[in-house]
Nanobody
Framework: QVQLVESGGGLVQAGGSLRLSCAAS????????MGWFRQAPGKEREFVAA????????IYSDSVKGRFTISRDNAKNTVYLQMNSLKPEDTAVYYC??????????????????WGQGAQVTVSS
């Protein structure tokens, strides 16, 4: 049974930082591309960042590029999202996701096979 468990969310002031973690189990983690998505109230789930199974390639949405960093530790079956210079518009539930199709690196929600339960990030102004 595949499980993805996010942690590290919380409340932070604008300009602050948070690091999200996503611990994976029940899958061969090093064979999966991993992504982070977010969903704000009343909005669709949107792509934030993704990393290739090897960690050798990362991509970001334009809205977080230069502020957020995705990384992974295949020895610990964990993917991270370091979030700096947070803005109120970053407020959302953040989800990690796993994609077993290792060809390419997708920004699409539908491409991902497994999802975590989400972690709330709230940025106050």
């Amino acid at each position: 049974q595949v499980q993805l468990v996010e942690s590290g969310g919380g409340l932070v002031q604008a300009g602050g930082s948070l690091r999200l973690s996503c611990a994976a189990s029940g899958l061969t983690f090093s064979s999966y591309n991993m992504g982070w998505f977010r969903q704000a109230p009343g909005k669709e789930r949107e792509f934030v960042a993704a990393t290739k199974y090897s960690g050798g390639l990362t991509i970001y949405s334009d809205s977080v590029k230069g502020r957020f960093t995705i990384s992974r530790d295949n020895a610990k079956n964990t993917v991270y999202l370091q979030m700096n210079s947070l803005k109120p518009e970053d407020t959302a539930v953040y989800y990690c996701a796993a994609d077993r199709t290792i060809l390419g690196l997708s920004r699409m929600v539908a491409a991902y096979d497994y999802w975590g339960q989400g972690a709330q990030v709230t940025v106050s102004s």
